[in-house]
């Protein structure tokens, strides 16, 4: 009997339950293009060289063409589709469409994820190579504009569009923490 | 029926506001929809495979064993493909690139030409039967070496003539105080959008249907109609959103296999390049050879000029890299020669890449300008102020707006020029040597005729209808300000529809002209609707529509020297410790025509000034002399400037317009990388007194370099 080279999997994505059976070769990537319609994570090199295909998996950054669907059960996964609530864009996406963060457009659905990613990650205190004091009673170094750079630098854009994008990830990190932003 | 309004009392006035992206909601969304994005029913795959070998022939495709493998459809090569007319000129004056008409012989004659496409059911089972091919070659010894001193260089028109030349270069020299006699390189650059090429072809009641991501629907559907001997209305090309071009996306081997496979198998067929596929399928920037020979007075005047480019093409296509059209512009002086050459090696076919020719040409000949001010003594900014021509240095043709000196005045202030040091090798800052470098920038203006179509719709609002493409630089916002102003109306009234070859045909969004030529029809046929509306009566059912042609009003312009102007600053930091190049900021002042969307051109221009920081600094792709490939033909191995390679960049421009263009525009597309290399090598210099006249300035050739300090 030949082995069988398919598996049934369930996905979560964007909070919703997908069963479906995978060739054993389908990339997380390909599932969510080619068999669950979900065309805003892009493929821009299916190597891990670009950042376009990034998503969220358990709210962690990932590079989706790495990773095989049959290895993405019970994860939860957060593509560019599930982060506006409804009509209202999540604060990343409001930024970069107010700020032009972006050209062409598709190294944008990775460089939301990842942004939304680097937002929580700094806020949870973890340095990047740039972070000059790594000590865990420092807590989150300012999220500078070289801090930014340093940590979406796995997001390649070719347009050239790093400036605005920065502003609009600092835009978004401010809007995210009120508190902050009204001592300010 | 409705009556018809146009505010024609009241101009609305958008063209110069900055406006966010018409399309942007959909791209942050991840609703908007690129060509290999759109589902069809009974979709096949094809993938596509690649010469191993730098140069043979095919002997034989082990089609058998692959057929029999699961879901496989189909093998497509030169044994059973479909012939193809390839003895055209094209839309833009030139012959098809053989890269493209795929499977037509036996012959390679470079290493990762398109041998045969796998089509199969699932893109999995297309991948691994089209890596499980087998292709024999009988192999040829291949020649890939790229030097100046080769006996079978040749001079070569491409676009622009090969040689302009007057006065005596020689006898010139000889009388010049100050002489800069250098060899510049530029290496091998590829244009690494990030969307790949991909194209989904199927016959659709008797028309062909292609779903592609192009720079012209009219473009590629017209290579189309004549490699496959169509009738013109048989072929629609549809190319909604783009991932990038510039310059790359034109007719390649993934649209035509994938129409020969859609043909064979009757049903859709989509081929996608693959990342490392592009690196040999999709063109890329030649490696460049420069000598520049500049003589002149104790006051800088020029009085020599000769500037000699070579690049490379490979044996089925011949592309010039026109790197010498910067001197024929910029500079006057009274010997003044430049020359284009090539040589034909067994590699891929080069193509138009940002700014072909003015980019690698601009690095060596405003890197040359800075040597030469050194040696006189002079600031470079004064040189070049004192080299500024009253008329084409070789047309003699007067200039359509020439805003340079105004880009440098404004430039020098912002940036602080005049508080710099000229001395090079003296600012230090820990391990860090700083230093400040300027360039000037130009870019040719043009336009393309283009149709257009704008219809007044009985709901009060306005529909466009042009061929356009808008491959990230904000065009279809820009042609939206643009009919809103035209049709005096706000621009929530004015939808723009583009990306369809069935619009009527149009220009390409290349060569910095599409907007422009866009621009141009949609004015037209906006403005001859408005005065028909202004006439009174309502609107019908099915709308009231005019079309344009600029055909006509591009033949009637008047020649002049027409282009956009820039001047570039740069400050870089050299680690003298590790070699390692940082630009700390960069700003560019530019004279480009009517700036119709602040927003989206500040973002095209520093796109532009990003690719000077990676050209100088990054870019570089290495050919293995062994195999005739490229080293590491990907994302890791050929770097682009990623978010931690680049500063704060400013953009911004002078008043300028061409007067002889409706809505006042020039082309910002490319003009904002020209210079931009020279800017920063010549900031290196200035921090380390070393010249680097080979791109890209890595750290390896710092440190290898010396220097007072280094």
Redesign the interface.
């Known amino acids: 009997m030949a082995p069988s080279?398919s598996s049934t999997v369930t996905l979560n994505i964007n909070g919703e339950k997908h069963t479906l059976s995978v060739?054993h070769?389908?990339t997380l990537l390909?599932a969510l293009?080619?068999r669950l319609?979900?065309?805003?994570?892009?493929?821009?090199?299916?190597?891990g060289?670009?950042g376009?295909c990034t998503v969220l998996v358990d709210g962690r950054r990932t590079v989706s063409c790495l990773q095989l669907a049959v290895a993405s059960q019970e994860r939860e996964i957060t593509?560019?589709?599930g982060?506006?609530e409804g009509e209202r864009?999540h604060p990343v996406?409001r930024a970069?469409?107010?700020l032009?963060g972006?050209?062409?457009?598709?190294?944008?659905?990775g460089q939301?994820c990842s942004a939304v990613a680097v937002i929580e990650e700094h806020a949870a205190g973890w340095p990047s190579a740039v972070t000059e004091d790594v000590r865990p009673e420092a807590g989150p170094p300012p999220l500078t504009?070289e801090e930014?750079?340093?940590r979406?630098?796995g997001?390649?854009?070719?347009?050239?569009?790093?400036?605005?994008?920065?502003q609009a990830v600092a835009r978004a990190a401010a809007a995210g923490t009120p508190t902050e932003g009204a001592a300010a | 029926m409705t009556t018809a309004t146009t505010g024609a009392a009241t101009p609305t006035g958008v063209v110069g506001t900055a406006h966010?992206?018409v399309?942007?909601?959909?791209?942050?969304?991840?609703?908007?929809?690129?060509a290999?994005?759109i589902?069809f029913a009974g979709l096949a795959h094809g993938w596509l495979v690649l010469s191993t070998v730098a140069r043979g022939r095919i002997l034989s495709v082990g089609t058998g064993p692959v057929l029999s493998m699961?879901g496989v459809l189909a093998v497509l090569h030169h044994g059973n493909a479909p012939r193809l007319t390839t003895d055209y000129v094209g839309m833009l004056g030139v012959p098809p690139d053989p890269t493209a008409a795929v499977f037509q012989d036996d012959r390679v004659p470079h290493a990762g030409w398109p041998v045969a496409l796998v089509v199969a059911e699932?893109?999995?089972?297309a991948?691994?039967a089209a890596e499980a091919l087998v292709v024999t070659y009988e192999r040829e010894p291949h020649d890939i070496v790229f030097s100046d001193a080769r006996p079978d260089t040749y001079p070569a028109d491409g676009h622009l003539p090969a040689l302009t030349e007057k006065g005596d270069m020689e006898a010139e020299l000889a009388a010049s105080a100050h002489v800069v006699d250098e060899e510049y390189t530029t290496p091998e650059e590829h244009?690494?959008?990030?969307?790949?090429h991909a194209a989904t072809a199927r016959w659709d009641g008797g028309r062909l249907d292609v779903v592609d991501s192009n720079q012209g629907t009219t473009w590629v559907a017209d290579e189309l109609v004549r490699m496959f001997s169509l009738d013109a209305s048989a072929v629609r090309v549809r190319s909604e959103?783009?991932?990038?071009g510039?310059g790359s996306k034109r007719l390649r081997a993934h649209q035509v296999s994938a129409v020969m496979a859609a043909t064979l198998l009757r049903r859709p067929v989509r081929v996608?390049l693959?990342?490392?596929q592009m690196f040999s399928l999709s063109g890329y920037r030649s490696p460049t050879t420069q000598r520049i020979r500049l003589g002149a007075d104790p006051d800088g005047r020029l009085r020599a000029l000769e500037h000699r480019s070579l690049n490379q093409t490979s044996t089925v296509w011949e592309f010039v890299e026109p790197s010498t059209g910067v001197a024929r512009v910029l500079y006057d002086a009274d010997a003044h020669r430049t020359e284009n050459r090539v040589v034909r090696l067994d590699v891929p076919s080069p193509t138009w890449m940002r700014a072909p020719g003015e980019a690698p040409g601009s690095f060596a000949m405003e890197a040359a300008l800075d040597e030469l001010a050194e040696k006189c003594g002079l600031d470079p900014i004064e040189l070049r102020l004192r080299n500024e021509p009253e008329r084409g240095p070789v047309s003699g043709l007067e200039f359509a707006g020439r805003n340079l000196a105004a880009c440098f005045r404004e430039g020098a202030r912002r940036f602080g020029w005049a508080d710099r040091d000229p001395r090079p090798g003296v600012r230090r800052e820990g391990r860090w040597l700083l230093g400040t470098g300027t360039a000037a920038a130009s870019f040719p203006v043009g336009a393309l005729p283009s149709t257009a179509a704008v219809t007044a719709e009985p709901d009060g609002t306005f529909t466009v209808r042009i061929a356009a493409a808008d491959?990230?630089?904000?065009a279809r916002t820009a042609l939206t300000l643009v009919a809103a102003d035209a049709l005096r109306v706000p621009i929530v009234r004015v939808r723009v529809r583009i990306g369809d070859s069935d619009f009527g045909p149009a220009g390409i969004a290349g060569g910095s002209m599409g907007t422009r030529s866009w621009a141009w029809a949609v004015t037209a046929a906006a403005g001859e609707l408005r005065e028909r509306l202004a006439a009174g009566g309502t609107v019908p059912p099915e709308g009231i529509t005019v079309r344009s042609d600029t055909t006509a009003a591009l033949g009637a312009l008047a020649r002049k020297e027409r282009h956009s102007y820039g001047a570039q600053f740069a400050e870089a930091a050299v680690d003298v410790t590790t070699g390692e190049v940082r630009v700390r900021r960069m700003l560019g002042v530019f004279a480009a025509g009517r700036i119709v969307n602040p927003?989206?051109a500040r973002?095209?221009l520093?796109?532009?000034?990003?690719?000077g920081i990676s050209m100088a600094l990054h870019e570089e792709a290495v050919r293995d002399g062994a195999s005739g490939g490229l080293y590491g033909g990907?994302?890791?191995g050929y770097h682009?400037?990623?978010?931690?390679d680049?500063p704060?960049?400013e953009a911004d421009w002078v008043d300028d317009q061409d007067p002889d263009d409706p809505v006042g525009i020039k082309g910002i597309g490319e003009v904002g990388i020209v210079g931009a290399a020279a800017a920063v090598a010549n900031a290196v210099w200035h921090a380390t007194g070393v010249r680097h006249r080979c791109l890209p300035i890595r750290p390896d050739r710092v440190l290898r370099a010396g220097g007072p300090r280094v």
């Open positions: 080279t060739d070769r389908t390909d293009r080619e319609d979900l065309t805003g994570t892009k493929k821009g090199c299916d190597q060289q670009c376009a593509t560019v589709e982060l506006a864009l996406q970069f469409l107010d032009d972006f050209q062409c457009g598709y190294c944008t659905p939301i504009p930014i750079r340093e979406m630098s997001n390649l854009c070719r347009c050239g569009a790093y400036g605005q994008i920065v | 966010t992206r399309e942007g909601r959909d791209k942050v969304t991840g609703a908007a929809r690129y290999g994005e589902p699961p699932t893109p999995e089972q991948r691994e244009h690494a959008m990030m969307e790949p959103h783009v991932g990038g510039f996608v693959t990342r490392r491959i990230g630089t904000g927003l989206t973002n095209q520093v796109g532009g000034m990003t690719w990907d994302l890791a682009v400037a990623s978010h931690a680049v704060a960049i």
